[in-house]
């Protein structure tokens, strides 16, 4: 086997950070960049009533509201790795998205709010990667503000969480006043010294042993007494340090430090990229596995975005690379049609620059022309493999409400962008036997969706919409093994019966109790959260 493609694969890092909103997300992946010498001064992200916005948000509707509503895809190179970063939308209305997401990593970076610990969002996000055995590295965030003792922190993610923390930096100062950290790995201490550039720029910094009597006076007496017992405590009652641990997702690296002020990241970059793993091996849905060491090609598509340059109105389907080496313009078989595909336009990103990609190993995302004929979990390998990976997780709908365009003349626009957007997975689109196309029934996880649904559809596609809210809440995807018990129905005047994109049959009610009502009338007949050739995570 080839060396070089094996160090390749040695250097790739690929993870996503999740975390309640507002905890400093696209902040921190914004000052990795900086970091990686992506970009060479941040924007504050405060200042987005100026131009000045997030690198990792793009889209227009992002730069008014303040907040990520869809996984940005980010590399960059630092110290000989090469680093994939996927921003996921902290908002709980696009859960859906940063579930597929993290089908792509091999890691994550959960983000926590000094002040506020765990947070519902956290919770929800933490559980999902646990479930996946992600290894989880815990950075808290905003010690330029005034937040809760380390001490409760870690005690709160035993707690809530169930998962044992093992702080590899421990901040040195007290409230909002922090002056540096101490490596515990290492017993170094990091100082950073007074910064007016409010984090434009790298922290300058001083580091020595905690033996230095030039650390011991630039910390004064109180501060280096302090960190002495803290560390003594840690040791005394803490957990060993264990890698294995962290692979299974069992203990969390901690890591304290401010996003906005880059205190602390650099540290966090470093040790995270030396303990965080390398590409792993991906499931396949005959219940085997493949490695990243397989020198045949095989990739995942886990994310579809339209219209990223409004102005070539494209469309770009992010591929997961899982083992094998891709080149440019390279020929794969496409499971879901059966046919070979040419791969062409590969690009990666920086926010919304691109550069086209000539090669690319396991670990890797890239993003690539989509014609229209991709769409989520998609599988893609060598000719000779032909292979099919796990299913994604379908979640069902919680709101629903008809979609129709405003303007009747508008209706192929409309149609285009509300079957790219549910391609995309932005939204999940039903039809009703003997309605045409148009108007349709859309899903959606959270309120907020609707909102960029009519947003997007009016900037992308220039169809004004007219909508109407729904009645239901529950969706059951239908599995009658006899298609009469299905056509004689009992019960459906408390429901309304439609159909997904591959025509299988979804029931929409108003709640629990009407389900059961319409269940105890119609023997052989099941309601089941997913589809049922999908299975939940």
């Not at 996927?86 to 209305?93: A, I, K, R, S, V």
């Not at 998205?97 to 002040?115: E, G, H, N, Q």
């Not at 045949?296 to 389907?317: C, G, L, T, V």
């Amino acid at each position: 086997m080839d060396q070089e493609f094996l160090d390749k694969i040695e250097k790739r890092r690929t993870f996503a950070i999740i975390s309640h909103p507002d905890a400093g997300k696209t902040t921190l992946t914004e000052k990795l960049l900086l970091y990686g010498g992506a970009i060479h001064l941040a924007g504050s992200v405060k200042a987005r009533k100026t131009a000045k916005h997030a690198v990792s948000d793009w889209m227009e509707i992002e730069k008014q509201r303040g907040i990520s509503v869809t996984s940005s895809v980010l590399q960059f190179d630092y110290d000989g790795y090469r680093v994939n970063i996927l921003d996921t939308p902290g908002h709980q209305d696009f859960s859906e998205d940063t579930y597929r997401t993290l089908m792509a990593a091999d890691s994550a970076v959960m983000l926590i709010d000094a002040a506020k610990g765990v947070e519902p969002q956290t919770k929800k996000l933490f559980w999902v990667c646990h479930r996946r055995h992600l290894p989880i590295f815990t950075f808290v965030n905003k010690l330029d503000r005034y937040g809760r003792n380390p001490f409760d922190l870690m005690d709160e993610l035993e707690k809530i969480l169930n998962i044992r923390a093992y702080p590899i930096n421990w901040p040195i100062g007290i409230d909002g006043h922090y002056k540096g950290v101490y490596d515990r790995l290492e017993n170094t201490v990091q100082l950073f010294e007074d910064d007016t550039s409010h984090g434009a720029n790298k922290l300058k910094s001083t580091t020595g042993s905690l033996d230095d009597p030039k650390i011991r006076e630039l910390l004064g007496d109180e501060l280096y007494e302090n960190l002495c017992n803290d560390i003594e405590l840690l040791d005394m009652a803490g957990d060993e340090f264990d890698l294995e641990k962290v692979k299974e997702g069992e203990l969390t690296p901690m890591f304290f430090g401010s996003a906005m002020t880059n205190f602390g990241v650099q540290p966090f970059l470093e040790k995270f990229l030396e303990l965080s793993p390398k590409p792993q091996p991906r499931a396949l849905a005959d219940g085997t596995t493949i490695d990243p060491e397989n020198e045949k090609f095989s990739a995942f598509i886990f994310k579809i975005q339209a219209n990223m340059n409004p102005a070539h109105r494209d469309r770009i389907s992010f591929m997961r690379i899982c083992s094998g080496k891709f080149t440019k313009d390279m020929q794969v078989h496409h499971k879901e049609t059966g046919k070979p595909i040419k791969l062409a336009m590969p690009q990666q990103f920086l926010a919304q620059e691109r550069t086209i990609v000539e090669e690319a190993y396991p670990g890797d995302i890239i993003g690539i022309f989509d014609p229209g004929v991709f769409g989520i979990g998609d599988s893609l390998s060598d000719n000779s493999l032909k292979l099919k990976f796990e299913e994604f997780p379908v979640f069902p709908p919680e709101i629903f409400a008809r979609v129709q365009p405003k303007d009747s003349l508008k209706r192929k626009q409309f149609e285009k962008g509300v079957i790219q957007l549910s391609q995309e997975g932005a939204i999940q689109v039903f039809k009703q036997e003997g309605v045409g196309m148009e108007s349709y029934i859309v899903g959606v996880v959270g309120e907020l969706q609707l909102e960029v649904l009519e947003y997007r559809l009016l900037n992308e596609y220039r169809a004004e919409l007219m909508m109407n809210t729904l009645p239901y809440s529950v969706a059951r995807w239908v599995y009658a093994p006899d298609k009469k018990a299905l056509d004689n129905m009992k019960g459906l005047d408390n429901g309304m019966l439609v159909y997904d994109k591959k025509d299988r049959p979804v029931i929409l009610v108003n709640n629990e109790w009407s389900l059961n009502w319409i269940l105890d009338r119609n023997p052989g007949i099941e309601f089941l959260t997913v589809p049922t050739d999908v299975e939940q995570i």
